[in-house]
């Protein structure tokens, strides 16, 4: 499947959504290019500089969509379908029986979207623990069962990953592991310095 917004295509691998990095004929998927240009001016004094040249790496024109695609993937966020994103709420809205149901909907979506504009592309610097005024304390989803909490929060990861920041997804059931079992994460959220989605808070 192909998200539109910003020409990524979208797949599924081992239960999670995986972003799939373009094919690109210019750089072979290296994401950098390598080109060759006549020596600098301000060495054209030494021995054999006349006529020669002189190599060096420039990013490729996939090089955002690659890097856009690898931040989706280690995001780990959910595989929840085909449709993914804040449009696949826009869609429920339009096929929704009840129009009460409907604008609540469309109101948690505008919440979580003006969450994520707040975000861009801003993490927080690892000595601060705390929130502070360049970034927002967080987001609270809360829904009775079946309600969309986990596409939501999956959903402003995406549009997140796209502003730029760094995302990562996480159940409750791991992050709990922090406490009881550390040994067993191979990932630290405390020293995770981006947004971190962390789901199934359910008591």
């Not at 290296?30 to 004094?45: C, F, K, N, Q, S």
């Not at 959903?155 to 997140?160: D, E, N, R, S, T």
Request: charged content about 20%.
């Amino acid at each position: 499947m192909s998200d539109g917004a910003a020409a990524l295509t979208l797949s599924e691998r081992e239960g999670r959504l995986l972003a799939v990095e373009p094919d690109c004929e210019r750089c072979g998927g290296e994401g950098t290019l390598t080109v060759e240009r006549p020596v600098d001016p301000i060495y054209a004094h030494l021995p054999r500089a006349a006529g020669a040249t002189q190599t060096y790496q420039t990013p490729c024109e996939c090089a955002a969509a690659r890097t856009l695609a690898r931040r989706v993937t280690s995001a780990r966020l959910p595989y929840l379908g085909p449709a993914v994103g804040f449009e696949r709420f826009a869609e429920q809205q339009a096929l929704a029986a009840h129009p009460e149901l409907a604008a609540l909907t469309a109101q948690a979506v505008q919440t979580a979207q003006a969450f994520v504009e707040t975000l861009g592309a801003v993490a927080p610097p690892p000595e601060r623990l705390f929130p502070v005024a360049d970034f927002p304390p967080g987001l609270v989803i809360v829904g009775g069962p079946m309600a969309g909490k986990t596409r939501l929060l999956c959903a402003v990861g995406l549009a997140a990953a796209r502003a730029g920041q760094r995302v990562r997804y996480l159940p409750w059931e791991a992050l709990a592991r922090l406490w009881t079992a550390p040994e067993t994460l191979n990932f630290d959220p405390v020293s995770f310095r981006g947004l971190l989605l962390v789901d199934d808070l359910d008591p």
